[in-house]
């Protein structure tokens, strides 16, 4: 006799949980957890690394990322509004920036702002300036196309509003569409912001004082004085303390943009 659709569900889902709980007692019983403990959850590694992994490495994390992040939005501007000029040659710079520094791995931007333009140029930045630029430069071209993206989705009837009652184009730009354009990226900027949090672990690779250490370079110097996970664990714990919370903020952001959009979908109607 045939199964209906509701029984197939209800024994495939059955199925799944003996799964699951069969792969929890095979882990519980197999697990060395004695090396397990030492490995990851080893009090006397945590405790050689507190509080200077939230005074020094947590600090410098978020003042790497808020640089990059305040340059990458400046750069990004100039290029959106590039991307969206008449001038032909404006268009094509802004497209050559974006598809470069999207195309090629942050690392690079990295090495060649620490080893690369010291040895060409003679020009030897600190290691702040080295994380703003190098943030910045990778960060601007996702941004700019963020808020080129942004510009775009602002109805076209608040700019012919805005010029019908004599405003200019730079300042219907300056005070009409880009403040709307922000209102419509906040979610995904706040994405970007994310990501930049992350790229910043990469500034380990240049050298760094120990008050310059962010959480990976912090991290990695735990595990090599303890022989343990744990510091490494501690590191991740606190790029959670960053990224979770932007990402409720973004998700919330998400849902109430949503529900305007049906706000006014509603006016209309």
């Known amino acids: 006799m045939a199964m209906s659709r509701r029984k197939r569900a209800r024994l495939i889902r059955g199925v799944q949980y003996a799964v699951l709980v069969l792969a929890l007692v095979l882990l519980g019983v197999l697990a060395d957890w004695g090396t397990i403990k030492n490995a990851f959850f080893n009090v006397d590694a945590a405790a050689t690394q507190f509080p200077a992994i939230f005074t020094d490495a947590l600090v410098n994390t978020i003042v790497y990322t ?50 690369g333009v010291p040895l060409a140029f003679g020009i030897r ?20 196309e963020t808020l080129r993206a942004g510009i775009q989705a602002v109805p076209h009837g608040q700019i012919e509003a805005a010029r019908s009652l004599g405003m200019s184009q730079a300042r219907t730009t300056m005070t009409v569409v880009i403040p709307q354009a922000f209102r419509i990226i906040l979610p995904p900027l706040t994405n970007e912001l994310i990501l930049l949090t992350k790229d910043s672990s990469l500034i380990y690779l240049l050298g760094l004082a120990r008050d310059e250490y962010e959480l990976a370079k912090f991290g990695r110097e735990g595990l090599n004085a303890t022989g343990s996970l744990t510091p490494i664990l501690l590191a991740g714990l606190c790029y959670l303390i960053i990224t979770v919370p932007l990402g409720y903020l973004s998700r919330y952001l998400e849902r109430r943009s949503g529900r305007k959009e049906e706000q006014g979908l509603k006016v209309t109607a």
């Open 125 to 144: 930045f600190d290691i702040y300036s080295t994380a703003a630029i190098a943030l910045g430069l990778v960060g601007s071209a996702y941004i700019a």
């Open 66 to 115: 808020a640089l990059g992040f305040a340059l990458g939005l400046g750069i990004g501007m100039v290029l959106a509004l590039m991307k969206l000029s008449s001038v032909g040659p404006y268009r094509w710079l802004a497209t050559l920036y974006i598809e470069f520094f999207r195309g090629i791995p942050a690392l690079l931007v990295f090495i060649a702002l620490g080893y």
